[in-house]
Structures are given as C-alpha cells and as structure tokens.
C-alpha cells in the first residue's frame, strides 16, 4: 500500500540522500540553523468527515499547512516533512490517496520534501501528525515570541474570523451558499501558511512574531507574557474576513484557526514590512500596540471591553 | 497544563537555541548530515491499558525507543525529538506526568533533546507520535537496505523473540509469573534502541542494515528485495530469548517487535563487528546468508521449511 503511494511523493523526494520508506530512516545534507515543529489533527477534534464538502485532498493539504505556518511563524523556509497517518483498516483506497495526493501538493507547493512516513491502524478517529523541518540563515534571523517592548506596533497578516464563521457554518450543518461563505469555509478546510510572509517580515528587521493558529487574543498573551508587558488591541481595527460584521469582532478574535502571522515591533519597522508584504499582495494591519502595564486590553470606540473566554482551546 | 511538564524536558532542552512550546518551533544548530523519521503508537493496536503491569512510564519510554530504534537502523546518533500526544480528556494528571517522565528520561539517556511536542485532544484511542533527528558523519557511513551481495553473512544483534512471547502472556491476560517471563514483557513493554550497536557496525565498516522491528523475515526480504538477491538463514542459529524451545523459532522469526539490528557484510567484515560488540556487552548472531537466488529460504536442520505468514503486520 505504502509503495503504491510513493508515486505522490517521489518528485520532492529527488533533494533526499536517502528516502524512507525503504529505509528505516531519510537521509539529507542538513542546514546551518534548524527549525522543528510537529502538530496533529483528530477527527471530530480538528475535522469531521460528515462536514459538507469534506474532502481528503484538502485534509492533506491542511496537515502539511498547519505544521508550515508554525516554520512561517518562525520566518523559517520549509525543507522537509515527515509524516504519520493513524487510519482506520474500513477507509477506502481513494480516499487514502487523496489524502497522499493533498499532503504531496502541498509539501511540494512550499519546496518541502516528504522525507518519510508512518502508516498505523487504528480503531478510533483518524489521528494525522507532521513533524516540518526548515531552516533560517542565522539563530538572530528568527521571530521569537519574546522580546516586544513597550511603544511597538502589533500587526497581523492576511483577514481574520473567516475560520471561525466557516466553522460555524459546517458545525450548524450548513451548506456553504455565497462566494462569501465559500471563502469562509475555505479559510478553515484549506489555510495557506505565510511562508514568504514570514521571510519578509525577517527581512524588514522585525523579530518578534508568530502564528495565529490559536486564536489572536491567545497568541497576544504569548507575546506580551515572556517579556512581562502587555497590549492595546484595538477592536475596530483588526482585519476580519470579507462578509463579517463589525459586531462580529469575537470571530477574529478568538478560536478562530486563521494561520495568518502576527508580529510586533517599532512602527518605522512595520510600516517597512507593511510596504514589501503589500508588493506581494499580502495584507499587514496594524491592531494596536505594546503597553508597559501587563494584561490585554480590548479597546472598542475608545471603550474597554472583555472577552469572555481567552479562547485558545478547540472546539467541542 | 503543558508548562507544568516542562521541568521533565529541561536538561535536555539547554542545547537547543530555542525550545518550544512557548515559540512556534524550536531552533538548533544543525548537523551536516542529517537522519530522520517518524512512529507512532497507538491504544488498541500497539498497546492496551489493562494488560498486566500497564505503566505510562514504560509507555513513554518505549515511543521514544521506537524512533530511536529507526534512527540506530541506519547507524545514526540521536539529537532530537519532537513529540506528539492526542490524549484524551478524562485522563488522569498523575498517568500524564509519568508518560511525560517516561519520554524524557529516555530521550535523555540516549542524549536526545525534546525539542518541541503538541498535544491534541482525542476522544478515541490514545494516539502518540514521535519523529527522531540524529545525524551521522557522512552520507556513505551509514547502514542502507540496499547493497547486500551474494556470499555475504546477516546477523543480528541481541535475542528474538522475546516480545512476541511477552504479547502472548499479555495477550493472554496472563501476568508473567518467573524471571524468564518478565524478561519477555519487558522485551515488549520497554524495549532499548540499539544505538550503540549501530554506530559499531559503521565502525567496523559494514554498510548494509537495519533494525528489526517488523519482524526478522520481513526486515529479511527488505534486505534482499532492493538488490535482487535472496537469502538462506539457519533456523537453528536464530538467538531465541531465554526461555524459548526451539520449536518455537517462528515466534522469533515474524511478527515480533524485538528492536534489534539486522546487518549483512562479508564475513570478516561481521567478525570484526562482532568482537567489538561482544567488548560492549551485545550480541552479533550470524543467522544466514545472501544468496544470488531471489527469495528467502528457511532452512531446518537441512530441511528447507516455510513461513505461513509474512508476519510484518501488527497484532490484531
């Protein structure tokens, strides 16, 4: 079975020394400055299979996302993925290869070789990691959670919300109706991690930054909390995904799996990243700024409001 | 939740330059020549909480051991890992803190940091993934499974079997009753990479191997299929854990998880080998040879016999 996949990996695989499966293990020639990541997704977790428009093709190519966004966080450039699939023995050869064919396109898609894979039964949810591999030229050329000081600018890539309203409308049973909702559902079932965005931040001289897969108000405290300050968002101005309303502000806020990228730095900086990302058609928004005094404040029309809930956990 | 664990990474983490979790990704300096791969072990299929003496330690450790196992497959050096656990909800703290315990004593005994992790929620089968980086000093010093020549000896390292019998008694619901039978469980239940032992066959110049992990016949085909050849091996010389008859020579021969390293050479090339591993403590078996003849041949006291069953898929 495993052999009769290899075909979706082999044109990224040209760059291995040795490949795996036939090994016990990929060889590559490595980098100077390295960095790793590993995530996962669980059905009824992270997807469901009676979502309208499920499609295994895309479950693929979220899989090899959501572990690039966590590089494109970083600043890194992606080089390889190794990758596990935990199947139940019931799952039909089609849809196992478009599950190879979506985790292939995409690796291949951000010049990232399938360095291996691990194939498992289970009797349970089907159960996808990656582990991406990447590198940066130097440890300095790397955005780190740490290091915002007080008087920077907060900004982040891309729209914000359209995960969660997609969501909300799978979850309620929904078909998506509109090229809007489409665009919603899209933003969850097939994130495009910020690869070059992250390069380009390097390159402005920003250092302090991430990804947003876990909500904007959670990572906000990642990047306030290390360096013991705090933030002013401002609620009017975040970026929320085309079709939502203003009121709508909690979407982009919380829960919402965006994968876009947020940063911090001096204003002249940003403003520098903000020229180069738009040459490349990306947005960079300003949202608000780094406070001396700890704690995040959510700043609406000049009021200050509250979340209920910090909203960095996953749905159930 | 997450943080609280952290103090069982640390000293292993002091290498790397940044360690998650509270960065996107972790960076470290990199190696030149770089090896990798990922396995997962998942409840139901490659464990069972209520088999007898069931420990989240051992459980720790052992997902550890069967990456490092890959990894001492083509004689690399561990550097290392990132970790993956999709946990569910209702488990206990206590059995979470000893899985943590479990992983990183063993990444720290074989000199591996924890370089990052994730941890999902599931509401199925405890589903834990771990992918291994090592290195090794160049591209041609490392065991491969091609290359293997006709008129050369296989040997293994250690005994076989063991795990095999220790899933039997488990299987059985049986708890082991004499030291003979602890041996066994614990074969199964905490097996050890064999990472010195790889390195050893390099030293000693020999380049085709691997471990064993699916089973001595099946790592006995992928040795001979990429070259074209075939191989003949001595049922008696098979090294049977103690406490094993003769007779039960398949249980050594198939379906056992004993982590050992298999390695093919010429024959002065695999004594050399063997008097530097018998310094160490291990044991290098000669079972067999490469023959020009594709196919593998069981052989019995000169008769030749037969393997009903591949043996290369988890029980079930």
Redesign the interface.
């Known amino acids: 079975m495993i052999r009769s996949l290899e075909k979706y990996f082999s044109p990224q695989s040209r760059s291995l ?2 490949a ?1 499966p ?25 997807f469901r299979l009676d979502w309208h428009g499920f499609d295994f093709r895309l479950l693929g190519r979220r899989l090899v996302s959501i572990n690039l ?3 494109a ?2 600043g ?1 450039e992606p080089r ?1 993925a ?3 699939l ?1 199947l139940r023995a019931s799952m039909r050869v089609k849809d196992l290869e478009r599950l190879y064919l979506g985790i292939a396109e995409q690796a291949q898609r951000f010049g990232c070789t399938i ?4 194939m ?6 089907i ?1 996808l ?1 990656a ?6 030229a130097s ?1 300095a050329r ?5 290091g915002a000081r007080p008087g920077w600018k907060i900004a982040v890539t891309g729209m914000l919300g359209g995960a969660a309203a997609g969501l909300r409308l799978l979850e309620a049973g929904r078909p998506p109706r509109t090229r809007i909702e489409r665009g919603w559902v899209e933003a969850l079932l097939d994130p495009q991690p910020q690869v070059a965005a992250g390069k380009a931040l390097i390159q402005a001289g920003v250092r302090v930054g ?2 947003i897969s876990d909500g904007l108000y959670r990572e906000i405290q ?1 990047l306030v909390e ?1 360096s013991g300050v705090g933030a002013t968002i401002d609620i009017d101005a975040l970026p929320l995904a085309r079709g939502l309303d203003a009121k709508e502000w909690r979407l982009g806020a919380q829960d919402s799996e965006d994968f876009e990228l947020i940063c911090a730095g001096p204003g002249s900086r940003l403003a520098s990243a903000q020229a180069a990302l738009t040459r490349s058609g990306t947005r960079l928004t300003v949202v608000g700024q780094i406070d001396r005094e700890p704690g995040i404040r959510l700043r609406d029309a000049g009021r200050l409001v509250r979340l209920s809930k910090a909203g960095y956990e ?1 749905f ?1």
Chains 1, 2 share one sequence.
Do not use: Q, Y
């Open positions: 020394l040795i795996a036939n090994d016990d293990a990929a060889l590559w020639r490595g980098d100077r400055f390295v960095v790793a990541t590993t995530d996962s997704m669980v059905e009824d977790i992270d966004s966590d590089l966080g970083m890194a390889h190794l990758i596990s935990c360095a291996g894979g691990d498992s039964e289970t009797h349970g949810p159960t990691t582990s991406a591999i990447g590198r940066v440890a790397v955005l780190k959670r740490e991430g990804d990642r290390p996953h159930r």
